[in-house]
């Protein structure tokens, strides 16, 4: 009797053992390289990023109205490109789209180009003016930034983004249409439109087998 109570405590004991490393909650991460294309939920994510914003500005510079007015531009201003501000990418989905990110990103590869100058805006240009208006009163007149002194944007670029989704039983697609636009601050003529529509997932979710 003693040996199988002492029997059933082991088994009892292996089991719980058992059941509750199978319930770790201890998470395990793997570190990957940044441009390693990663897709756990079929939403938009880093990789969508860097596909489109490339893909839209490398269209954009390209474009043969862009280019002429680059030219000149350049030609007329000793050379010097004209500038750019990045407005807002609007999110016309139902999904959560960080698009701060896609604006910066546009940022980072007009810059990258050298074909174009980019000019701050939005906080950071809030920041620059209250760093310039705190000078004039707390540094010396020969090192304070001169106000008035900004170079105006020749354009501003401005974009949104939207989601088709498409459903049958456990699978859906979800195809992501993100456009930008170049307009002239000046004479509001919209200089070049582009569209991306390269993302497109299928997703099938999985059974549940309970």
């Excluded at 059933?8 to 089991?15: F, H, N």
């Excluded at 174009?116 to 540094?139: H, I, K, P, S, Y």
């Excluded at 699978?171 to 497109?200: C, D, H, P, Q």
Aim: glycine share 8%; charged share 20%; proline share 1%.
């Amino acid at each position: 009797m003693v040996y199988q109570r002492n029997v059933l405590y082991a088994a009892v004991c292996i089991g719980a053992f058992i059941l509750f490393s199978g319930c770790s909650s201890t998470s395990k991460v793997t570190r990957v390289d940044a441009d390693t294309q990663t897709d756990l939920s079929g939403r938009w994510n880093d990789t969508d990023v860097r596909i489109v914003c490339n893909s839209l500005i490398e269209d954009c510079l390209n474009s043969g109205r862009v280019s002429q007015f680059i030219v000149q531009y350049a030609g007329e201003h000793g050379g010097n490109p004209p500038t750019v501000i990045v407005g807002a990418f609007r999110n016309d989905s139902s999904e959560h789209i960080d698009t701060s990110i896609i604006s910066k990103s546009m940022e980072i590869a007009i810059v990258n180009s050298g074909k174009l100058d980019f000019v701050a805006g939005g906080d950071t240009r809030n920041e620059l003016r209250a760093e310039r208006q705190d000078q004039q009163a707390n540094a010396s007149e020969e090192t304070a930034s001169a106000l008035g002194n900004e170079t105006a944007a020749n354009f501003m670029l401005t974009g949104a983004v939207k989601v088709m989704v498409d459903k049958a039983g456990d699978t859906s697609t979800r195809t992501y249409f993100v456009s930008a636009e170049l307009t002239n601050l000046e004479t509001s003529v919209r200089l070049w439109m582009g569209e991306n529509s390269e993302i497109k997932k299928i997703i099938k979710q999985a059974k549940n087998k309970f």
